[in-house]
T-cell receptor, first 113, second 112 residues
């Protein structure tokens, strides 16, 4: 399986601190995506970074991608209690006709007010 | 737009029963997928479709069937439910391959 691995599995921080979570994957990709899942809900897309990009920003989110190490990181700055959720990375299978994604097992983030 | 809708939200089946999980999207997306989410396993792809009439297997297709007769609908069928199929099922759609996926709220299925 090409399933990614997130690290750490769980993370607990104080409101206002930064949260960093990492994702490692196994084979070449077209792009890597990060999703958030609030408890009992579906996943929500956060950001997509292409294989030829090294860094991308969206609001308080910063994503980096190192294709040589097959790894990515998601940084959430100035965290808020509302950021409490599970975060997943998703990589594509680079197969035709496409649309096959592999999700990691997720990082559970708790932001303490 | 309603986005991606799934029905039912909850379902309890007995071993051997059959049922269909419904998924619909109103965004005119060509690509749709079904995932299952189990504790500690992340999401695993069951089946996917790249357009009406075109479906293919994902990572864990055994025990599930799909069809795609319209762009909007992508039902998932369990022909003979087994306890191993107890899970939360998510449907997702996207406008292109490898683009942002929009997820439904999920169906929590328990097979006794």
């Amino acid at each position: 399986s090409q399933q990614g691995e997130e690290d750490p599995q769980a993370l607990s921080i104080q409101e206002g601190e930064n949260a960093t979570m990492n994702c490692s994957y196994k084979t070449s990709i077209n792009n890597l995506q990060w999703y958030r899942q609030n408890s009992g809900r579906g996943l929500v897309h956060l950001i997509l970074i292409r294989s030829n990009e090294r860094e991308k920003h969206s609001g308080r989110l910063r994503v980096t991608l190192d294709t040589s190490k097959k790894s990515s990181s998601l940084l959430i700055t100035a965290s808020r209690a509302a950021d409490t959720a599970s975060y997943f990375c998703a990589t594509d299978a680079q197969t035709e006709p496409g649309n096959q994604f592999y999700f990691g097992t997720g990082t559970s983030l708790t932001v303490i007010p | 737009n309603a986005g991606v809708t799934q029905t039912p939200k909850f379902q309890v089946l007995k071993t051997g029963q059959s049922m269909t999980l419904q998924c619909a999207q109103d965004m005119n997306h060509e690509y749709m997928s079904w995932y299952r989410q189990d504790p500690g396993m992340g999401l695993r792809l069951i089946h996917y479709s790249v357009g009406a009439g075109i479906t293919d297997q994902g990572e864990v297709p055994n025990g599930y069937n799909v069809s795609r007769s319209t762009t909007e609908d992508f039902p998932l069928r369990l022909l003979s439910a087994a306890p191993s199929q107890t899970s939360v099922y998510f449907c997702a759609s996207s406008y292109g391959a490898y683009t942002e996926q929009f997820f439904g709220p999920g169906t929590r299925l328990t097979v006794l």
